[in-house]
């Protein structure tokens, strides 16, 4: 049974980087369905930021397009979120995700009902 543990949060200034990492922490193997980031911060609802499908096919949140980068290893076992100019309305804890239900139009989705799989979450602050 898959179980997915992030890690790569950091707190950094405005305009910087930094590359967050999810693997399954019992070495299962690849993951079989769709894989997510998703961002909450205290007071509101978890928030799509990136995903990504078996073929490659990728979305992303309006308010992160162009600056962020969500990838997956060959093997399918890492995922990875690659942020850059970074802003301080990016803070908050920073979860992966999976997913295995049928995605009814075959396109990757933000939609935290999609995804079952969750790991505990890592921290990035961004100053200004």
């Known amino acids: 049974q898959v179980q997915l543990m992030e890690s790569g949060g950091d707190s950094v200034q405005a305009g910087g980087s930094l590359r967050l990492s999810c693997v399954d922490s019992?070495?299962?193997?690849?993951?079989?369905?769709?894989w997510g980031w998703f961002r909450q911060v205290p007071g509101k609802g978890r928030e799509g930021v990136a995903a990504?499908?078996?073929?490659?096919?990728?979305t992303y949140a309006s308010s992160v397009k162009g600056r962020f980068t969500i990838s997956r290893d060959s093997a399918k076992t890492t995922l990875y979120l690659q942020m850059n100019t970074l802003k301080p309305e990016d803070t908050g804890m920073y979860y992966c995700a999976a997913g295995s239900a049928r995605l009814w139009n075959s396109k990757p989705t933000l939609d935290v009902g999609y995804y079952n799989i969750w790991g505990q979450g890592t921290q990035v602050t961004v100053a200004s």
């Open positions: 019992r070495l299962t193997g690849g993951i079989k369905g769709y």
């Open positions: 990504i499908i078996q073929d490659c096919t990728t």
